[in-house]
């Protein structure tokens, strides 16, 4: 089983050419699975873990419903944002400046084949990391993602999820408000859960910027640690 994890960040990209790349790295893991057990043989199959920060942009996964977004794309391009129907679970979800936004594409034979406990494992992640800033965050139950207040009426989302699997190999992932414009959500119903509020962890700290690379290197040592991997920095593909 290959446990090496080769990490890449993409920086300020655009969603469409990030989505592309991440079909193409999830192609060519699904391929080599096809090849070994076509012929016999034991190719090792690679693993990424993408980070990005996607300019203004909605998301609908397949079994989402577009009455969640409450204004037309006419209005999203006066707002500088886009709109694209993806292959992911889940419902609508926003992307933009201020969010880290991370892509794992990992063969799952090579740590477990259990999606549920590879989703727990992102939802743990981000809940450790926040931990660090003092933040109780948490699961809300039948409700994928992570939370603070679960359970009162000031419960509100802090990172979304929705993923992708064919033959144990994901693609899509999380997406965690750092420092981001809540004003967007304001344009959608956040993963199609009503009267549930949304946050960010600038907000939560009162401050109005978080050194948003300490974040992804503390999500990084927490997503090592789950799932027993081994960080490799490699160079930005696309």
């Not at 090579?110 to 992640?125: A, Q, S, W």
């Not at 993963?191 to 690379?213: H, R």
């Not at 974040?215 to 490799?232: D, P, R, T």
């Amino acid at each position: 089983m290959n446990k090496i994890v080769a990490v890449q960040d993409l920086g300020y990209k655009d969603y469409k050419e990030t989505w592309d790349y991440q079909e193409a790295l999830f192609k060519d893991v699904v391929d080599t699975k096809v090849r070994n057990r076509r012929e016999d043989t034991n190719v090792e199959t690679p693993n990424h873990f993408l980070y990005v920060e996607h300019p203004h942009v909605y998301t609908l996964g397949k079994s989402g419903d577009i009455d969640n977004l409450l204004v037309d794309e006419k209005v999203l391009a006066t707002k500088g944002a886009t709109f694209y129907k993806i292959n992911r679970g889940g419902d609508i979800t926003y992307h933009g400046p201020g969010q880290i936004v991370g892509y794992p594409i990992l063969d799952l034979d090579n740590f477990f084949t259990d999606i549920h406990k590879y989703l727990r494992f992102l939802e743990e992640m981000v809940i450790l990391t926040l931990a660090e800033y003092g933040i109780k965050a948490e699961r809300s139950q039948g409700e994928t993602g992570v939370w603070l207040d679960v359970g009162t009426p000031f419960a509100r989302k802090i990172c979304a999820m929705g993923i992708r699997a064919s033959r144990w190999v994901t693609m899509h992932g999380f997406a965690l408000n750092v420092n981001a414009d809540l004003g967007y959500f304001d344009m959608m119903i956040p993963c199609g859960i009503k009267g549930k509020a949304v946050t960010s962890l600038n907000v939560e700290l009162g401050k109005k910027e978080v050194d948003v690379e300490e974040v992804k290197a503390k999500l990084l040592k927490h997503f090592a640690a789950l799932f027993e991997a081994e960080l490799v920095r490699t160079q930005v593909g696309v």
